[in-house]
């Protein structure tokens, strides 16, 4: 299995996006976002909040909003999947929003 990147977040959790992953539930739905890995990987190791997500053992990373260019103002949110122990997450799927999620703020504490 190929990975595009593997990283730590803030509370050390490691997350990873498989290449399969992104191409098939990002890249081909958005292909935009194939110059924004730099981009996609700070949101999940310096995000601005990490919300519970909707599902089970899921979480969703908020980066910080874009300062400038055709995106200003919106961020990077990634929905990523952990193993029970919540020390592993993969990468579900990854978009640009204006609107803050109205989750449960799991980080900063």
């Keep these: 299995m190929a990975w595009v990147f593997v990283e730590k977040d803030p509370t050390g959790r490691l997350v990873g996006l498989r290449q399969d992953r992104w191409q098939q539930y990002v ?4 292909p935009f976002l194939k110059n924004l890995v730099q981009e996609i990987k700070e949101a999940i190791t310096n995000p601005q909040v990490i919300y519970a997500g909707n599902r089970p053992f899921s979480l969703l990373y908020s980066g910080w909003p874009f300062s400038s260019g055709f995106h200003q103002g919106e961020m990077i949110t990634i929905a990523v999947s952990f193993d029970r122990a919540f020390q592993y997450g993969q990468v579900r799927t990854i978009y640009i929003t204006s609107q ?8 900063p504490p």
């Design 27 to 30: 890249l081909d739905k958005r």
């Design 100 to 107: 803050s999620y109205k989750g449960v703020i799991v980080w």
